[in-house]
């Protein structure tokens, strides 16, 4: 039974992380822990990109009117 394995017998994994000199301190160690993890990134998708808002389609579309007094005036107007 050499070549049976049960889940609980996993092989030991190796560190991801490894201190080599022995005179580090705990506050560099942590230090780089902090490095490493803000490079690795959140490991989700990357966020979505947006239109720019002078290019957007929405602004081509008009606005309606307001009725009322003056609105004949108000429709030459930038907005």
Same mark, same amino acid.
């Given at each position: 039974? @050499?070549?049976? &394995?049960?889940? #609980?017998?996993? =092989?030991?994994?190796?560190?991801? %992380?490894? *201190? *080599?000199?022995?005179? $580090? @301190?705990?506050?560099?160690?942590?230090? %780089? *822990?902090?490095?490493? =993890? $803000?490079?690795? #990134?959140? !490991? #989700?998708?990357?966020?979505? &990109?947006? =239109?720019?808002?002078?290019?957007?389609? /929405? /602004?081509? *579309?008009? /606005? @309606? %009117?307001?009725? !009322?007094? !003056? $609105?004949? &005036? !108000?429709? =030459? %107007?930038?907005?």
């Amino acid at each position: 039974m @050499t070549g049976d &394995r049960s889940p #609980g017998d996993a =092989a030991p994994e190796r560190p991801l %992380l490894r *201190v *080599v000199n022995p005179d $580090a @301190t705990p506050e560099e160690v942590a230090a %780089l *822990v902090a490095v490493f =993890a $803000a490079l690795g #990134g959140s !490991g #989700g998708p990357a966020p979505a &990109r947006q =239109a720019p808002e002078w290019n957007a389609p /929405r /602004r081509l *579309v008009r /606005r @309606t %009117l307001p009725p !009322g007094p !003056g $609105a004949w &005036r !108000g429709s =030459a %107007l930038p907005r």
